[in-house]
């Protein structure tokens, strides 16, 4: 896959993400060991950017759990090794896999996708790093090809592919070994909203045939149309990283919407403000709101406001009936 102009600096956000995530891991907001292998030049971020990395990160962190919670139901009737997948579009340097192989192994198999160029660094991270290829079983080395920019063994596969070329991505994954039968947790964790808006749907619409039982995450920017949505907007482009997508989705009820219209079943967007008041663990807010002085509260509001999470569910065998924000 050959980028197109303009993907390096969309490449480029993956750096970024990744060291507000080791920002947030050195204060204690979260636990992640393995993040430090992922950044180059690390720094500290604000308290406002480190706050707001840990409500994303936590929020994200409950979904999944809930997930794995719902589907390990499924455990003893099924008798398979694993009864179900995470799909990682855009996963960048994300290192959630890691950090829940490292608690409870085997609960899923693992798929990551992104651009070529972040497949090949992320390959030769985790081969040059014993800490996260042990993870990966025996002779996991051999399974890493940095070159070809593809980590291939039974717990995780990372592939490299065009999230614009849905054929593509749907080959890459069967070819590995993806199986769209198994109930599979699907995440674009700040992702979609790059992509033109006929791109990003043309991927939920993908998604929607392919995959009879999951669960669909969605983290991303919104509100672009006020005085604070118009200045989020102002500083990504001038970094060279137009949120291509907002026009489409500016607002929850447009990315409900979105799934309904493309073959999900049901779809629910909440925005980060009531996330984070309603649908936190009340103990691990009262904690991390004390590790840093903090009066920004103003800018706080706003920015929350501005990132929602959507949840949408495609569900033919009852499943996941009972997933959703809690
Ligand atoms: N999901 C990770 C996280 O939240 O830590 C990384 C997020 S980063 C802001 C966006 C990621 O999406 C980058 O790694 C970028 O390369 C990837 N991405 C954007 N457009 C893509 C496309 N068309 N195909 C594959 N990957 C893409």
């Given amino acids: 896959t050959l980028s197109r102009g303009g993907d390096v600096s969309v490449q480029g956000t993956n750096d970024d993400a990744q060291i507000s995530k080791l920002s947030c891991a050195k204060l204690g907001y979260f636990k992640d060991e393995f993040i430090k292998y992922f950044v180059r030049r690390s720094s500290r971020r604000s308290p406002l950017i480190n706050r707001g990395y840990f409500a994303r990160v936590l929020a994200l962190r409950g979904l999944l759990e809930q997930f794995f919670d719902v589907v390990s139901r499924l455990d003893a009737s099924e008798g398979r090794q694993h009864v179900a997948q995470v799909l990682s579009l855009g996963a960048g340097f994300d290192t959630t896999f890691f950090n829940i192989e490292a608690e409870d192994r085997s609960r899923a198999r693992w798929f990551e996708v992104d651009f070529k160029e972040v497949t090949q660094r992320k390959a030769a991270i985790i081969a040059a790093n014993a800490p996260l290829h042990e993870q ?143 649908y936190l663990d009340p103990t691990e807010k009262h904690r991390a709101e004390r590790l840093e002085i903090f009066d920004e509260f103003e800018e706080w509001h706003m920015i929350q406001d501005h990132y929602c999470l959507v949840l949408a569910v495609n569900d033919a065998s009852g499943v996941l009936h009972d997933f959703k924000f809690k």
């Fill in 136 to 278: 990966l079983g025996p002779n996991a080395k051999e399974k890493i090809h940095p070159g070809e920019g593809k980590v291939q063994t039974e717990a995780l596969s990372v592939l490299p592919a065009d999230l614009r070329d849905v054929d593509g991505v749907e080959s890459a994954l069967l070819a590995s070994g993806f199986d769209p039968q198994l109930p599979t947790y699907v995440l674009a964790e700040c992702v979609l909203v790059y992509m033109e808006a006929e791109e990003s749907t043309a991927l939920v619409r993908w998604l929607g045939k392919f995959l009879s039982t999951a669960a669909c995450i969605v983290y991303e920017q919104i509100k672009p149309g006020d005085a604070f949505g118009r200045q989020m907007l102002t500083n990504l482009e001038c970094r060279g990283c137009p949120l291509r997508g907002l026009q489409a989705t500016p607002d929850l009820a447009a990315h409900q919407l979105r799934f309904l219209k493309n073959g999900w079943q049901r779809a629910d967007a909440k925005d980060m403000s009531t996330i984070y008041r309603a």
